[in-house]
């Protein structure tokens, strides 16, 4: 069974900094091959913010460039996204995502989701 657990979400002041981060557990983890992390604000749908695969390779939302970092430790199957200059539109629930996922329990090819946290821009 594959579980992602977020942590980090907030309030913080527009122009402010919080680090999200996404623990993956699934048995005895050997890979994952892509992390990502989406959010969702309300009466919108759902977007990618930014992804990262196993290798290191990245994308980021127009919007979120320059601004927000993503990385992954693989050794702890953990991806975090340092948020800087955070905007009032950057209010959303963010979620973690992993996708193709090697354990000593199985293969778990699909997406597998976080219970999302909530960050909140405002002053």
């Known amino acids: 069974q594959v579980q992602l657990v977020e942590s980090g979400g907030g309030l913080v002041q527009p122009g402010g900094s919080l680090r999200l981060s996404c623990a993956a557990s699934a048995g005895s983890i050997f890979s994952i091959n892509v992390m990502g992390w989406y959010r969702q604000a309300p009466g919108k749908q759902r977007e990618t913010v930014a992804t990262?695969?196993?290798?290191?390779?990245?994308n980021y939302a127009d919007s979120v460039k320059g601004r927000f970092t993503i990385s992954r430790d693989n050794a702890k199957n953990t991806v975090y996204l340092q948020m800087s200059s955070l905007k009032p539109e950057d209010t959303a629930l963010y979620y973690c995502n992993a996708k193709g996922i090697n354990s000593r329990s199985g293969w778990y090819p699909g997406d597998y989701w976080g219970q999302g946290t909530q960050v909140t821009v405002s002053s």
């Open positions: 990262i695969s196993s290798g290191g390779n990245t």
